[in-house]
């Protein structure tokens, strides 16, 4: 980085380096830096993003992913993430709306099926939620936390029966 001031891809390793070894204020330094070098970088934002989340800053991660997708209307990752962050928050709505983007950009994505099908869930639609379910794991039979989930509903719904066959 001495050498090399205004690579925004130093900052962007940089950053990544810092978010792995748990370092969250330096990588947000690093990520920041990278951003301005170079504003329209989305995936600088995105990092960031991620940075404030695992730091605990919900508020500043949903407002980098914002930005990313502003910069890229095709970012699922950050997509993705926005949904998670919502559905935490308690935001359902958000959340599905986010999920549902993420499934328009790639409909094989077995962790957005899933994620969708808890939300739906929470909200309620309980129902509709196993679909989501069924969906993510006739995409990824091996997904366990899909079969959790099926499983946890099945048995909450009281169909044990459907739920022991199920596991077999």
Known sequence: ?????KSTALYIIAG????????????I????????????????????????????????????????TKINPNYLEAYFNLGDIQQKKGNLNAAI??????????????????NMGNALKAKGEKE???RYFDKALKLDPEFAEAHNNKGNFLRNKGDLNESILFFD
Do not use: C, M
């Not at 990544?16 to 990588?27: I, R, V």
């Not at 709306?97 to 899933?114: D, M, Q």
């Open 1 to 5: 980085l001495k050498r090399f001031p």
């Open 16 to 27: 990544d380096a810092h978010t792995k070894l748990k370092q969250f204020d330096a990588a």
């Open 29 to 68: 330094k690093s990520y920041k830096k990278a951003i301005n070098l170079k504003p329209d970088f989305a995936v600088s934002h995105f990092n960031l993003g991620v940075a404030f989340q695992d730091k605990g800053n919900s508020e500043a991660a949903l407002e980098s992913y914002r930005k990313a």
């Open 97 to 114: 709306e986010h999920y549902k983007k993420v499934l328009t950009i790639n409909p094989n994505h077995s962790k957005a099926w899933n």
């Open 128 to 130: 509709a939620s196993i």
